[in-house]
């Protein structure tokens, strides 16, 4: 799989060019960064698939010059693929396929009139395909309303923000929200409750669309050590934590 400098690969096959198009505008639009490529036949998506292996393969379930579904197959059957899939017509109809959306590594979309059902199929896989190869930590990805932290859960992991915008919140005693603030790029979540070996004292829940390096909590400091650029980043989180529960007691 492609993972050079951490650039995400889409291979977009339809054998119709505007919503081969439209596609490739949609996905640019989520993923700014991307490296897009098309195929507009089974036989060309195959031959791009083994010469370049991207992390999204986003096609018609019908491809000329090969059977219906017939990419799907292809992919599942090789063990060592990580392709995760976003197919547009047609249905899952073997237990291969169930695997796959369970998994979340396959995502069916009957038509692709709204960019924002396309958006939601991509972010659907994309915790799948963009995986890094690194056992320390791996991407996280987040739909907005999605949340990352509830109030009370116990500390498994650590995040930092690679892209998007999140908010912090308390339940008050009679069931109200309290913002405790935004958390943005650039910032550590879910550090707290590690230091402190408590449980969450707060819910984060994302406010658009975000990117996330999950770090378990047995490895946090290896990795500190090993990122020096990530200590500057932690003590500037920690520091606007403390700022914001200053500001927020003199309120109360």
Known sequence: ???????????????????????????????????????????????????????????????????????IETIMLDKKSRLAMIIIGGKPSHDSHLDGIAMGRLQFLDGVADMEVVHQAIMQV??????????????KFLKPGEH?????????????????????????????????GKINAGEFVGEMAYFNGEKRMASVVALSDCELIEVPPQTFENVIYKRPSWVKILFETLTKRIKRLTELQKDR
């Open 126 to 139: 994309a915790n799948y395909a963009f995986q890094s190869d690194t056992r320390n930590f791996k991407l």
């Open 1 to 71: 799989m492609k993972s050079n400098d951490g650039k995400k690969f889409f291979l977009v096959a339809s054998s119709d060019m505007e919503r081969k198009k439209q596609l490739c505008e949609w996905v640019g639009v989520k993923f700014p960064d991307a490296v897009i490529y098309t195929a507009s036949d089974y036989m060309e998506c195959l031959v791009k698939i083994k010469n370049a292996p991207p992390h999204v393969l986003i096609s018609d379930f019908e491809l000329p010059k090969g059977r219906p579904g017939q990419a």
């Open 148 to 180: 990352l932290i509830q109030e009370g859960d116990e500390c498994r992991n650590v995040f930092i923000v690679k892209k998007g915008e999140l908010k912090a919140y308390q339940k008050s005693h009679t069931g109200e929200s309290i913002f405790l």
